[in-house]
Nanobody, 125 residues
Framework: VQLVESGGGLVQPGGSLRLSCAASGFNLNWFAIGWIRQAPGKEREGVVCISSSADSTYYTDSLKGRFTISRDRAKNTVYLQMISLKPEDTAVYYC???????????????????WGQGTQVTVSS
């Protein structure tokens, strides 16, 4: 059982990245999936969560409009599209699951039970 993030990297301010979260050993489509990030010296911050059916998404208010979560069921993958990136978006980004079908509106990082290893996103000129 494994969650694997990819797509991170170095990008200039104002740029875009798309992160991927793929699963092995289980069907990711059955579960709610969240993206959480941790910047250097800061606590983990819930970014967004998508329910298993994809009919519910919960975004951290400050990121609405710049970050978009989506699912590709055929590929058993969840994506995080990030645009207009800022230096303060620099962090390790993790995908995680709470092994349920639904998200908590609070998107608290402590609610997730299983995490990927993370992918580094660095926004810098």
């Amino acid at each position: 059982v494994q969650l694997v993030e990819s797509g991170g990297g170095l990008v200039q301010p104002g740029g875009s990245l798309r992160l991927s979260c793929a699963a092995s050993g289980f069907n990711l489509n059955w579960f709610a999936i969240g993206w959480i990030r941790q910047a250097p010296g800061k606590e983990r911050e819930g970014v967004v969560c998508i329910s298993s059916s994809a009919d519910s998404t919960y975004y951290t208010d400050s990121l609405k409009g710049r970050f978009t979560i989506s699912r590709d069921r055929a590929k058993n993958t969840v994506y995080l599209q990030m645009i207009s990136l800022k230096p303060e978006d620099t962090a390790v980004y993790y995908c995680a699951t709470n092994w349920t079908t639904y998200c908590s509106p609070s998107n608290n990082s402590g609610l997730y039970d299983y995490w990927g290893q993370g992918t580094q996103v660095t926004v810098s000129s």
